[in-house]
Each structure stands twice: as C-alpha cells, then as structure tokens.
C-alpha cells in the first residue's frame, strides 16, 4: 500500500524534496512511519531535550533519536535505552539544524497527546527539538535557526497551530518549559496569535 504524502508537491528547485528540508543536515533516524491517509498536517510542536540533561554539544541525543545506542557513561541513559524516539528536526544550541525523518512521515515525538480537539498528535504534526532544558533559556542562534524553519514549514505544510509538548501532554511534559519565549517567538515567527497556545 503507498504511503500517504502530503498534497504539496515540490518543484525540482523546491527548499523541500520529499518532506526534506534543504537546509538542514540529513541525519535519518529509522523511528518513523506513515502518517494516516488523508492527515492534515498543521500543528508544530516544540520540545527540548538535552542528553544528559543540562549537558550540550555531544552526540548522545542524536544518536537516541536515531537508534545508535547510548553508552554507560552517565546513570540517566539506562533509563531511557531502547526506547524508539525520533522527531523531524533538532536544532543545536549554536543554532545548527538537523533532520531526523521526512516531514511527509510521521515521526514518534508527542506521545500520548490532545490538541485542538484531535488526539495523537504524531499523526498531523512536525516535531522540533531544541537542544535545551526545561525551564532554562534558549539560545538567539536557536530562534534564529527555528524562525527560518517555521517559516519555510508554513509555506509548504498548512500549518494553523503551534505548541510546547508541554500543551499537548500536560500531565507529562513540562518542555520546553518556562525558559522558551513564546512572545518572542510569536512576533518573530510572524504566524497570528491563534496559531499559538493561550498562555502567551
């Protein structure tokens, strides 16, 4: 059975090229699957994460989101190996942009999760990490890097809502937290305040 695609097809010159993004680095995580036929994808979600929590820079979240493994240098990483994660994009703290899985794809990034009156949110969502903490700040490189991502993701998908995974599963995540700034964001990002959760 062909797996649904989004209905925008790229032209040859496209920024996108089979829900890849041109100007991210390709780094394919095996976590992904189809989304359902006929999803409408228009719902953004933010998260961070940092492996170990509060250290930056290296490759442990990378490979996580990928399935390479962890190794046993920190207590933390027992917990979470063998887990299956991925999200479509992560973006490192000096602002550099990866991509995990195709946008047309559904990637394993909320959870159990209910937004805008739909349930299941890897279902019509593109997921973006943000090498960070909960409830710390993030860097301007960062929102850089997100506010150029945003942008293209919203001339190409029919984006109409954007949210914290906090907001969509908030009974059990708090990212990415008090630190990321949503007015900021918003104004940047250009997107109108509907887009955005009510709290900002």
């Keep these: 059975m062909a797996q649904h695609r989004t209905e925008q097809h790229p032209t040859p010159n496209s920024l996108w090229q089979s829900g890849w993004y041109r100007f991210a680095n390709r780094v394919e995580s ?6 359902p036929q ?3 994808i228009d719902l953004v979600v933010l998260h961070s994460i940092s492996l170990p929590p509060g250290v930056y820079g290296g490759p442990q979240v990378v490979n ?9 240098s920190h207590p933390y990483f027992k917990d979470i190996q063998g887990l299956k994660v991925s ?4 973006i490192r703290r000096h ?5 995990l899985v195709s946008c047309d794809e559904r990637a394993w990034h909320a959870g159990v999760s209910n937004y805008r009156g ?8 593109i997921g973006i990490e943000l090498e960070g903490l909960e409830g ?3 860097e301007p490189e960062q929102y850089e890097t997100l506010n150029a991502l945003c942008a293209s993701i919203g001339e190409h998908y029919p984006i ?4 914290g995974h906090e907001h969509i599963a908030p009974e059990r995540k708090n990212d990415p937290g008090a630190g990321f700034d949503w007015p900021g964001f918003k104004r940047s990002s250009g997107w109108k305040s509907h887009f955005f959760p009510k709290i900002t």
């Design 30 to 35: 095996p976590h992904f699957g189809p989304r």
């Design 87 to 90: 999200a479509h994009f992560f």
């Design 64 to 72: 996580f989101l990928t399935g390479q493994g962890l190794d046993d």
């Design 160 to 163: 109409a809502h954007v949210a």
């Design 95 to 99: 602002g550099e942009l990866i991509q």
């Design 38 to 40: 006929g999803a409408h």
């Design 118 to 125: 739909r349930a299941d949110c890897n279902d019509d969502s």
């Design 136 to 138: 710390q700040t993030f």
